[in-house]
């Protein structure tokens, strides 16, 4: 097993990346990260070993989402400026990107939660699937595949 430091060295940015999958807000996604491995070395004696460091870190940091969204009775915002668009572009552009964008992650809504969380954990998390199957428990290949039929259902409902 190794050392607290190097796990924390080794997964923050793995673990920070998913929770701003999750919260898309920077300061929450850093808050919910710390407080992650302060759980992890907490109950770091209750692994058991039978599943990746990462994935049972990511399942910490997912409960603590959970908790916060509860304590704070928020509902979780999908939508909003997810990708920068570089300033050179004109107004118009700008707009009509950011449109497109909140167009295709209101369909992304309509998705199945577990093809939603690949889809965003893809897209805007820009994890490969590899980390996403290990996210999720599930095969580098089941999450290749289930972003490729989430992306078939968002072109379908065109």
């Not at 929450?28 to 039978?50: C, D, W």
């Not at 009775?73 to 700008?94: R, W, Y």
């Not at 897209?123 to 999450?143: R, V």
């Amino acid at each position: 097993m190794q050392n607290m430091e190097q796990i924390y060295e080794t997964y923050f940015k793995t673990v920070y990346k998913y929770l701003f999958c999750l919260t898309h807000n920077n300061d929450i996604s850093e808050e919910l990260t710390q407080e992650t491995f302060y759980h992890a070395v907490q109950k770091i004696h209750t692994f058991k070993g039978n599943c990746k460091i990462s994935v049972w870190l990511c399942q910490i940091a997912k409960n603590l989402w959970y908790d916060e969204l509860r304590k704070n009775k928020k509902v979780q915002s999908f939508e909003g400026n997810l990708m920068e668009i570089p300033a050179k572009e004109e107004t118009e552009e700008i707009v009509i990107a950011n449109q497109t964008k909140l167009e295709i992650y209101k369909k992304m809504q309509s998705l199945d939660e577990q093809t939603r969380e690949v889809m965003y954990l893809r897209i805007t998390g820009e994890l490969s699937f590899k980390e996403i199957g290990d996210i999720l428990e599930k095969t580098e290949n089941w999450a290749r595949v289930t972003f490729y039929r989430g992306k078939q259902k968002i072109k379908e409902s065109d």
